[in-house]
């Protein structure tokens, strides 16, 4: 695939994907008034999360779009007379937001099945505190196109523990309630996971391995649509 090729691939479906998980997210809102206070106390902590997630993406594949509008990817803005990369801010929103994005799954997990945090659910929040603090880090360099090892591997393994362990505390206890709904959200999380890895190990000397983060993304976009039909099936 050319350079071209490649790049106007990436411009679409990073617009289609905006416009599918905001719209996502609106049915989310629109519908949970009409939940009881029970569902609603359930699934409150995932429509955040997944609000939060566009809100990242909105800086991540949005500021890319931009930037291709302005000329290329190296596209900067001035802020307090400091040169920001649009890519780079971008990846550091999305870096945040997913990072709440599973402390919230986590919640969400909990409510579901009435299962207390324990040692392990507060080791996967002390993950993501970790993760934040850790992409504060200067070395994380967030102004490049391409991020940095080991700093990208090493921030990238508190979100691996955040969602991996969230995955298993999810499938756990939804495989041995029959709970459909939270199974398959358990399957795209890990999906989403298999996806991402190599994109975190092999970026930096292979970037068409990349394009991995179309199946990865379109795992999240899944686990919406999942969780929106289970909000509009237990509508009241």
């Known amino acids: 695939m050319d350079e071209t090729t490649r790049m106007w691939v990436e411009i679409l479906f990073n617009v289609g994907y905006l416009i599918a998980i905001y719209w996502l997210v609106a049915l989310m809102f629109r519908t949970k008034p009409q939940l009881s206070q029970e569902y609603q106390r359930i699934f409150a902590p995932i429509v955040w999360a997944f609000l939060l997630l566009a809100l990242g993406d909105t800086g991540h594949v949005g500021f890319r779009v931009v930037a291709y509008a302005l000329g290329d ?27 709440f994005f599973y402390m919230l799954v986590l919640v969400a997990w909990s409510r579901r099945f009435e299962k207390p945090l324990g040692w392990f659910g507060w080791l996967l929040l002390l993950a993501g505190v970790a993760r934040l603090v850790y992409m504060a880090f200067p070395e994380n360099q967030w102004n490049n196109l391409v991020p940095p090892q080991p700093y990208s591997l090493y921030r990238n393994a508190f979100l691996i523990v955040q969602g991996l362990g969230a995955a298993y505390l999810i499938l756990r206890d939804a495989l041995a309630e029959k709970d459909r709904t939270f199974v398959w959200v358990g399957v795209c999380i890990l999906l989403s996971y298999a996806f991402y890895t190599p994109v975190i190990l092999f970026v930096q000397t292979v970037p068409m391995v990349g394009m991995l983060m179309i199946p990865k993304t379109l795992a999240y976009v899944a686990i919406a649509w999942i969780v929106y039909r289970e909000i509009r099936s237990v509508a009241a």
Not at 78 to 87: A, Q
Request: without cysteine.
């Open 73 to 99: 990817l190296e596209a900067t803005f001035s802020l307090f007379g400091r040169d920001i990369g649009l890519v780079g801010i971008g990846a550091l929103s999305t870096a945040v937001t997913v990072t």
